[in-house]
């Protein structure tokens, strides 16, 4: 046997196939595992040292928005911190391509408005070195990267991209339009995409265009979009990926493409965006009668509390509210805290407010149970750190929405408020979790950052559910964060330790696991920040058998990652060592 390139020893390991644990040793030829056994170290360039850790196959998230930060972030923190070894994009039909280059700004925009992730920062840390979405695989192929990424064709590009986006937005496609856009489908699919993707919140999406509209797949037509999933069918392979949506309508795109479909999102209370989808349990029961009748549909589910830190400058959850988003909408600060401050437009906020609903309940009537505090904050309020509005409401004799409203304008919308922690109720959660057709996941990596932390979610599962609350196995637990999404998305070459599979690895010390407190990173392009949760009990993040993260968060600066075309990656690894992230 030639020299392996890593060997890791007497580790416990975990293979997401659900085989009982066993002591072994993995050996790594270019970056594919060789051998399992038990292996002579003087064979071997690199020896990691694994007793007393378990060896597990890395995770994979199936539900990121890491389209942009990709190119300014190798890595894809802060997932692959928390062990997340492969991620695809392109999710909930949005996305950069295809888009003609006088359409990029408004692209930009949009993406700002619905995942809010500054225009700035991607202006300055994007290549747009494409038009088609194949020439976008290209350029994502071409990026040194820290993860494996795959991508979906998103529909709302694909749209815009042949009928304008007001177009789009406004009537059904033309029979011309509808071929054209199908046969862009089949060309990103061909180009080696996963399948494609659509966001179907209706008129009242939480999540919106930058002119407070509804996204183009909120509003696309139900059939134009079961002939668009009829391309998968012409093909034999791919997936659907939808956020929302009737379930008569997401039963039809499963006949016509005869396709799985991944729907979002199973939540035991509300999802990152506030939302709950209805009963949990119908929606479980409708998902196994799918299945029964060989429609395949696996539920994407919230497995990790969603609580928040965030500031008005850049807070976009309320957009489902049309009050909220008459007060929200403008292209500066200023305009924003003049429509804040006017009685007229705070009034049928008062009408509509009730203190017995809570913020996951309710994104509009939350008021009461925000924190303030736990921020950079001006000298004047440091009295207010800590306290709920409610309780400041009380003391200054003024109605919630006015004390939510004043501070933040005082501080030029730059106060920092702190859900209280979320409620996990987790008897639900582990009937969730254990649920045949759940997956967990759904980080938003690289969305929502100034807010949202969700890409801990591996370490919470680990961590909190098996651990600590002994919901499942470690040996499930890992076929449900790498192996079952993996088989899922058509990924054919990683997600278990197997030989002949790619050495995408994490090694942890399980009794350490735990993920820590929040901070405010400024390493974003345009000087733009982000926040983070670290995690600690991670030994060893491998990508493509080379050590990416070590010691907890540690960068090495390799970029081993590879584009999956089609589920697979076809280039050798690449091995370019980049700036390491804080």
């Known amino acids: 046997m030639n020299k392996l390139d890593l060997l890791i020893q007497n580790g416990t390991i975990i293979d997401g196939k659900q085989t009982p644990r066993f002591k072994g040793d993995i050996g790594v030829i270019d970056g594919v595992i060789k051998t399992i056994g038990k292996i002579d170290s003087s064979n071997a360039k690199e020896v990691i040292d694994a007793e007393g850790k378990i060896v597990a196959p890395g995770f994979v998230d199936l539900h990121t928005h890491y389209d942009s930060q990709v190119f300014w972030d190798p890595w894809c923190t802060m997932n692959s911190w928390h062990g997340i070894t492969t991620v695809t994009i392109g999710n909930c039909g949005f996305g950069f391509a295809p888009c003609k280059p006088e359409d990029r700004d408004a692209s930009m925009k949009t993406m700002e408005r619905n995942e809010a992730i500054k225009f700035e920062t991607m202006k300055e840390g994007m290549p747009w070195d494409w038009e088609t979405h194949p020439e976008f695989m290209e350029s994502i192929e071409r990026t040194p990267k820290g993860v494996n990424i795959g991508t979906f064709s998103p529909l709302g590009p694909i749209m815009m991209y042949v009928m304008g986006k007001e177009e789009a937005k406004s009537r059904k496609c033309t029979k011309e339009e509808r071929k054209e856009i199908c046969r862009i489908i089949e060309e990103s699919m061909e180009a080696g995409s996963l399948g494609i993707s659509a966001q179907r919140l209706g008129e009242d999406s939480i999540q919106r265009d930058s002119d407070g509209t509804p996204m183009i797949t909120d509003r696309m037509d139900a059939d134009d979009f079961v002939e668009f999933s009829k391309v998968l069918k012409k093909l034999g392979r791919g997936f659907i990926q939808v956020l929302g949506g009737d379930e008569s309508t997401n039963e039809r795109l499963m006949e016509a493409s005869g396709?799985?479909?991944?729907?979002?999102?199973?939540?035991?209370?509300?999802?990152?965006?506030?939302?709950t989808f209805g009963s949990l349990w119908d929606t479980t029961a409708w998902i196994e009668k799918c299945n029964a009748e060989g429609k395949r549909v696996v539920g994407h589910a919230v497995t990790a509390p969603t609580d928040y830190q965030f500031q008005l400058v850049d807070f976009n959850l309320f957009?489902?509210?049309?009050?909220?988003?008459?007060?929200?909408m403008g292209d500066t600060v200023e305009e924003k805290m003049k429509k804040m401050a006017d009685p007229a437009l705070r009034e049928p906020l008062k009408e509509k407010y009730n203190p017995k609903h809570t913020f996951i309940g309710s994104m509009t009537q939350n008021i009461q149970h925000w924190r303030y505090g736990e921020g950079v904050v001006l000298e004047v309020h440091n009295k207010y750190e800590g306290r709920t509005i409610g309780e400041i409401a009380k003391e200054e004799k003024k109605h919630p929405i006015d004390v939510f409203l004043d501070i933040s304008i005082s501080e030029n919308l730059l106060s920092r408020w702190v859900t209280p922690p979320q409620k996990i109720d987790m008897e639900g959660m582990s009937r969730l979790a254990n649920h045949p057709f759940s997956i967990p996941g759904l980080s938003d990596g690289g969305a929502h950052s100034k807010f949202l932390t969700m890409g801990c979610y591996p370490t919470y599962f680990l961590a909190t559910l098996c651990?600590?609350?002994?919901?499942?196995?470690?040996?499930?637990?890992?076929?449900?964060?790498?192996?079952?999404?993996?088989?899922v998305a058509g990924i054919r070459d990683r997600g278990h330790i197997t030989e002949g599979y790619a050495a995408d690895i994490v090694v942890y010390d399980l009794d350490e696991l735990e993920i820590l407190p929040m901070e405010e990173l400024h390493d974003f392009p345009a000087n733009d920040w982000r926040l983070v949760q670290k995690p600690k009990g991670y030994n060893y993040i491998i990508v493509n058998g080379v050590?990416?993260?070590?010691?907890?968060?540690?960068?090495?600066?390799?970029?081993?990652?590879r584009f999956l075309r089609n589920g697979i990656a076809t280039l050798p690894p690449v091995s370019n060592k980049k700036k390491k992230v804080a």
């Open 259 to 275: 396709r799985p479909l991944i729907w979002n999102a199973l939540v035991t209370v509300a999802d990152q965006h506030g939302l």
């Open 467 to 487: 651990r600590d609350h002994n919901m499942m196995s470690l040996e499930k637990a890992h076929w449900k964060l790498a192996t079952y999404p993996a088989q």
């Open 319 to 328: 957009d489902n509210d049309p009050d909220w988003r008459k007060m929200f």
């Open 547 to 561: 050590v990416t993260f070590k010691d907890n968060s540690e960068c090495t600066g390799e970029t081993p990652g």
